[in-house]
């Protein structure tokens, strides 16, 4: 089955300073990459995703780019802000075919004033 | 996006006790997804929710644990049974709404179980 590494686990960075947080997968035919925000006492937050015919998407302060060959993807937050201070979970899986997604472990991310 | 309600929210059950948890979406969805939250940790798929069918569970999840209803193509219901503290988590729905070219995976916010 699907593998989902996430790295790392704790992240601290000063506000206005960008975040990378990185995801490895094992299985090849994973084609949706989802990232979701989770904010204490709340539901995941679908927050950016990327298939795998797209290398990198935009939106606003977050992006995230794919490697298929590499097998990795990564989450990108340009100028934080303590508001995105929350756990951030990559997963991944084999859309549009009913599978269900095999998340990453999170990484718990701090922005200080 | 997907509107997802849970309910409850949260519940303190006692040990032995059964709790049925409720997800209800506002649009129709194929797929319907129960995953379970443990505190600190990661989110593990317990089932599949299939309409018209049973449902599909995970290794190390057996339905009489956590049975599951999906009478509808917006409804479906997870129970919790014979619980102990070891069951307290979160407990998830999502729901996988797919067209032609786009997937996008949506979670209701939780319901957080505490069994005494």
């Known amino acids: 089955g699907e593998n989902v590494e996430q790295h790392p686990s704790t992240l601290s960075v000063q506000e206005g300073d960008s975040a990378v947080i990185k995801c490895t997968y094992s299985?090849?035919?994973?084609?949706?990459f989802p990232w979701y925000k989770q904010e204490l006492g709340k539901g995941p937050q679908l927050i950016i995703d990327?298939?795998?015919?797209?290398g990198e998407k935009k939106d606003q302060r977050i992006a995230v780019t794919l490697n298929k060959t590499a097998k990795h993807f990564s989450l990108h937050i340009t100028e934080t802000q303590p508001e995105d201070s929350a756990v951030y979970f990559c997963?991944?899986?084999?859309?549009?075919?009913?599978?269900?997604?095999?998340f990453g472990k999170g990484t718990s991310l701090l922005v200080t004033p | 996006s997907a509107v997802i309600s849970q309910k409850p929210s949260r519940d303190i059950c006692q040990r032995g006790t059964s709790l049925t948890i409720q997800c209800q979406v506002d649009?129709?969805?194929?797929?319907m997804f129960w995953y379970r939250q443990q505190p600190g940790q990661s989110l593990t798929l317990i089932a599949t929710?299939?309409?018209?069918?049973?449902?599909?569970?995970e290794s190390g999840f057996v339905i009489d644990k956590f049975p599951i209803s999906r009478p509808n193509l917006t409804f479906s219901t997870l129970t919790v049974s014979n619980m102990s503290p070891e069951d307290s988590s979160i407990y998830l729905c999502?729901?996988?709404?797919?067209?032609?070219?786009?997937?996008?995976?949506?979670f209701g916010q939780g319901t957080r179980l505490t069994v005494v």
């Open positions: 990327i298939r795998s015919n797209v």
């Open positions: 999502s729901v996988d709404r797919t067209g032609q070219l786009n997937t996008e995976a949506f």
């Open positions: 929710a299939n309409q018209g069918s049973e449902a599909t569970y």
């Open positions: 997963a991944a899986s084999r859309a549009g075919s009913g599978y269900a997604l095999n």
């Open positions: 649009s129709q969805v194929t797929m």
């Open positions: 299985d090849s035919a994973s084609n949706y």
